[in-house]
């Protein structure tokens, strides 16, 4: 990139911002376009005015349920913003974005009770090694000083928090901040930007104090300010911005500024911030290991999928960030699997306003018209090949389904195909077809995704969607063994039916499944109608006497007889499916509901309300321990019945101020017995008579 003002252009750049639920995050994309001009007038979230959230969702939860894209320039630098949404339900939206981004804001609150919040943004970024600064948002709100709100936001941030700014005060209101690289003070002013005041007196010791603590933690990787600190050498002010973008860059600090999203306060201190120290593309670029056969060569394109959008009259469009070459309207990409697509337009996004364009250089953050064969956290490429993947889309298992159906059965096709769109747009969302219980269901992160899900499938694709509780997959064995006789005699003139078996019906160990055996001598039941008793069984098997399907036991054909002509392969079948309707319920039968392995994973504070909540939905405790690689936090290990899973994610929400989550897998299977058993052969055979 060439030179400016003695300082290197990074290029068109793209910044995430990421942060808790409410703490601001679409308020400050307002304020950063407003102050950019990219905009005539901030809107508000409240008054649905905003740039960002602009989907009927989300105006009518007041929330962010998918990430907006908006770009403008500042200082003759081209910068687009992804608003990530805050919520732990929505958070998949980010995991894919952030891959192909510089660099991340996240937006918090001078409030301890979000640090469990924030370490979760905040992991996310150290594993991603996407260097970030702090936003702390609502500064005019606070009444805690600034010191103290960074002793409670250190522990979520594994690399040290730098305090880059301190708050003039003024009637236990924060009026203003000195800028502790600048050594300058500034006045916060209504809808204007700051202005530049002579230090006040009676915060000068306060400034040189933290000036001199963020030179500290600078040294920490510098031995030469570090010496020059010893030697109390006032260090060149370009040496301190070239270690807050080296340091940044690096992943070895984390700056802090604060301001007021709401009230435009703080906003150009922190757009020159991202301006002079974020890094840009080419920095972004190596960090995703991208080599020349990804399109780094021979005027080659390589992109990164950053979110898929389906709309309603343009079609699939494919936000994507431009980490090497040039792309034209018209281009052939091509993907992971070597699969090709011809872009059908280029845009950019104001929010869910879409501008064509004709070229896009590198570093720049588009939507791709129609790619309808590539997908969300793919790298694309213009080279004829299979694109090198640069990014893994982790995505996190459903923890809340909920089964969907249309009334009219041939909208099945419509809706399968409006859930796939949805599912490409959020790949957190899963589609399980059951054969076992024969539903469909919808899985997600929670109970407000599902509602937003399903709300799509209505306004957005005209597909109503009926939901309700998933089935539980309860089978049904037996405790004892009998001998029993199945005999099955029909004549209706010409050839009759005839057929007749002796069997001994027993209990298998857990986990056995089902076994046929037969201790047939001297022909009594001659060898082509045996497997036909077996068929028959295993017909028989899909609804015993409680109205499941029956594991785990035994079937052994001892004895019986046959009829030259009368007899044949459907007799013996019916033979043996009357042999197991009379046995099976001398066999004293018992419900069995499955049980899953889960881990939940909490902020230590709430790992004993976690206990009990699991212990009310008659799990067993297996013990806890603390949550590998992160601070602060506990893994609950339990087995749990699977029908008790359906709102254990609603409630550990509740109780960890909605950072709590879990994994789940089957495990066994285990009797169920007394009320509730009876309650689940009562609905069973409710459902089976309706």
Same mark, same amino acid.
């Given at each position: 990139m060439s030179s400016t003002n003695g300082r290197e252009r990074q290029g068109p750049r793209c910044i995430a911002l990421v942060g808790p639920y409410l703490s601001g995050k679409t308020t400050l994309l307002e304020a950063i376009m407003f102050r950019l001009g990219a905009i005539q007038r901030q809107g508000k979230v409240s008054d649905k005015t905003s740039i960002g959230d602009a989907a009927p969702e989300a105006r009518a939860h007041g929330m962010s349920i998918e990430l907006n894209a908006a770009t403008g320039s500042f200082m003759g630098e081209t910068f687009t913003f992804i608003d990530c949404p805050?919520? +732990?339900? /929505?958070? =998949?939206?980010? &995991?894919?974005?952030?891959?192909? #981004?510089?660099?991340?804001?996240?937006? #918090?609150?001078? *409030?301890?009770?979000?640090?469990?919040?924030? =370490?979760?943004i905040l992991k996310q970024l150290d594993d991603l090694n996407i260097p970030r600064f702090i936003f702390i948002n609502k500064i005019e709100r606070t009444e805690s000083r600034l010191r103290d709100v960074l002793t409670y936001l250190q522990p979520a941030s594994a690399t040290p928090l730098l305090l880059r700014q301190i708050p003039i005060w003024k009637d236990d209101i924060v009026r203003g901040f000195v800028d502790l690289a600048l050594e300058r003070a500034f006045i916060y002013r209504e809808n204007a930007p700051s202005e530049v005041v002579?230090?006040?007196?009676?915060?000068?010791?306060?400034?040189? $104090?933290?000036? /001199?603590?963020?030179?500290?933690?600078?040294?920490?990787? *510098? *031995?030469e300010l570090m010496e020059q600190l010893l030697s109390d050498i006032e260090p060149p002010r370009d040496r301190v911005f070239t270690d807050l973008t080296r340091e940044l860059a690096e992943g070895l600090i984390t700056p802090v500024l604060f301001g007021s999203a709401e009230n435009g306060n703080g906003i150009l201190r922190l757009m020159k911030a991202l301006r002079h120290e974020a890094p840009g593309v080419a920095v972004t670029a190596k960090r995703l290991g991208l080599s020349a056969g990804n399109g780094s060569a021979n005027g080659t394109a390589a992109l990164q999928i950053l979110k898929t959008f389906h709309t309603a009259h343009g079609g699939k469009l494919s936000l994507s960030r431009v980490l090497s070459g040039a792309i034209a309207d018209g281009a052939t990409v091509y993907g992971g699997k070597g699969q090709d697509a011809r872009v059908a337009g280029l845009f950019t996004l104001m929010g869910s306003t879409p501008q064509k364009i004709a070229k896009a250089e590198e570093g720049d953050t588009v939507a791709l018209g129609k790619l309808d064969n590539m997908a969300t956290g793919e790298t694309i490429s213009t080279a004829k090949a299979a694109a090198k993947q640069l990014a893994t889309l982790n995505v996190a298992p459903g923890v809340y389904g909920l089964a969907i159906s249309v009334a009219d059965r041939k909208d099945e096709v419509k809706l399968t195909s409006a859930i796939a769109k949805l599912i490409e747009e959020d790949p957190s969302l899963s589609l399980d077809q059951n054969s076992s219980t024969h539903e469909m269901v919808l899985w997600g992160q929670g109970e407000m995704h599902l509602r937003v899900a399903l709300e799509k499938l209505q306004g957005k694709f005209g597909v109503q969607a009926i939901s309700r509780p998933r089935r539980i997959d309860y089978r049904e064995t037996i405790r004892k063994s009998v001998q029993i006789r199945g005999r099955h005699k029909k004549q209706s003139g010409g050839h009759g039916q005839f057929g007749d078996i002796v069997v001994e019906i027993k209990p298998l160990a857990r986990g056995?499944?089902?076994? /046929?055996?037969?201790?047939?001598?001297?022909?009594?039941?001659?060898? =082509?109608? +045996?497997?036909?008793?077996?068929?028959?069984?295993?017909?028989?098997m899909g609804q015993g006497p409680l109205g499941f399907p029956v594991v785990d036991f035994t079937v052994n054909l001892s004895d019986g007889s046959y009829h030259d002509v009368d007899s044949s392969e459907m007799a013996f079948k019916t033979a043996a499916r009357i042999a197991m309707s009379d046995g099976m319920p001398q066999c004293s039968p018992v419900l069995l509901e499955p049980i899953v392995a889960v881990e939940v994973h909490v902020p230590s504070e709430a790992t004993s309300r976690v206990n009990q909540i699991v212990s009310g939905h008659r799990g067993q405790l297996l013990g /806890?321990?603390?949550?590998?690689g992160w601070l602060g936090w506990d893994t609950v290990k339990a087995h749990m019945p699977e029908s008790e899973m359906g709102s254990l994610i609603i409630e550990l929400r509740s109780a960890t101020s909605g950072v709590g989550t879990f994994v789940f897998k089957h495990d066994h299977m285990s $009797?169920?017995?007394? &009320?509730?058993?009876? =309650?689940?052969?009562t609905n069973r055979k409710a459902t089976l008579a309706a």
């Open positions: 805050g919520s +732990i339900e /929505f958070g =998949q939206e980010a &995991r894919a974005a952030l891959a192909g #981004c510089d660099a991340a804001v996240v937006v #918090c609150e001078p *409030d301890d009770k979000k640090v469990p919040a924030l =370490q979760l002579d230090m006040p007196a009676d915060i000068l010791d306060r400034e040189k $104090e933290a000036r /001199f603590a963020m030179l500290e933690k600078l040294a920490d990787y *510098d *031995d056995s499944g089902f076994a /046929f055996t037969d201790t047939i001598t001297g022909g009594v039941v001659p060898k =082509q109608y +045996i497997p036909a008793v077996e068929t028959g069984i295993r017909d028989w /806890f321990d603390g949550r590998d $009797e169920l017995t007394g &009320r509730l058993a009876d =309650q689940v052969v």
